[in-house]
């Protein structure tokens, strides 16, 4: 997935503990390499890397975990009319972001070609046997906005079966917590300042049983001619978003939820990512660039916010 993976068990061991530890560190291992081999498109085997390489209309057998992440990106494709689409790859290739590397400028022909390639209506889901596939035969799926939330959801739940009921994990940004820290209290999470200088914190949040999960345009971007891109490609338009959203941060049960949920803000903006997020009763945290700086809008309740 291209970053790094951090859990915390507020647990007491021995020694006697060290090969129980060494077994989970390996089956964590053995579950995120899993997940890679069917999700990431930076391998040319993987499922995802197959599925994208075959310009046909058939069936395509995947997992049922697979599935999984196709049916909650769709949902979410659903809720947000769009915002989110996992089928946007063409354009996030087209302005340099994905798997090839390049900072021209796109033309309007070429973005316009690309558009016709994407769309998440074009993508099918069978749930017996799991399958997918494409009303377009040049349609590709790129799980970036989604897989990590993913990631963080499944090493949770692995966690629980073994019985372990506290616990942060987080990769890349988005964390799952469940139960208390170590020092018998809610999880603190930061909710980053949306700047490229050094790392600091806009709001700390604290949380027991939940994921939260966090999209912004500062630190993913370049620079053409003075003007700035952001990786974050509006999937209506095939260009990258323009509008004051720094970040937002959405909480939910679920991190692949959250994760996916946050991207869909981040893509419609202020004004229509407040409208969504209301109308699907979610709780978020909003950085809005302004002349001054930055201003919030947010709706969590008070009591999780840190003073």
Do not use: C
């Not at 196709?70 to 915002?83: E, R």
């Amino acid at each position: 997935m291209g970053t790094q993976y951090h859990i915390r068990l507020p647990v007491t061991s021995s020694i006697n503990d060290a090969p129980r530890w060494k077994q989970l560190q390996y089956d964590i291992d053995a579950l995120l390499l899993a997940i890679n081999k069917e999700m990431s498109p930076y391998i040319e085997d993987s499922s995802i890397s197959r599925f994208n390489q075959a310009k046909n209309t058939n069936w395509f057998p995947i997992s049922r975990e697979f599935l999984s992440v196709i049916n909650t990106a769709q949902s979410v494709s659903l809720d947000s009319q769009g915002a989110f689409d996992i089928t946007v790859m063409p354009l996030v290739n087209l302005w340099g972001f994905g798997t090839l590397n390049k900072t021209s400028i796109p033309s309007q022909q070429q973005i316009e070609y690309s558009l016709n390639q994407i769309g998440y209506q074009s993508l099918q889901t069978r749930q017996q046997p799991a399958a997918i596939r494409k009303q377009k035969p040049e349609l590709s799926i790129d799980l970036s906005a989604i897989a990590k939330g993913y990631a963080v959801d499944a090493i949770g739940i692995l966690l629980e079966k073994r019985g372990i009921k506290r616990y942060l994990v987080e990769i890349g940004g988005e964390i799952r917590v469940r139960g208390k820290n170590k020092q018998n209290q809610a999880w603190r999470i930061a909710i980053e300042k949306p700047t490229t200088l050094a790392r600091s914190v806009q709001q700390g949040v604290l949380l027991k049983d939940g994921a939260i999960a966090t999209s912004g345009d500062y630190r993913n971007y370049y620079e053409k001619e003075g003007k700035r891109y952001s990786h974050t490609i509006n999937p209506k338009t095939g260009y990258p978003i323009t509008h004051k959203l720094a970040s937002v941060t959405v909480l939910n049960k679920s991190a692949m939820v959250a994760d996916a949920q946050a991207t869909a803000i981040m893509v419609l903006g202020e004004k229509q990512g407040k409208v969504y997020a209301l109308q699907q009763g979610l709780m978020v945290y909003m950085i809005i660039r302004s002349e001054k700086g930055f201003s919030v809008w947010h709706n969590l309740h008070h009591d999780i916010l840190m003073p």
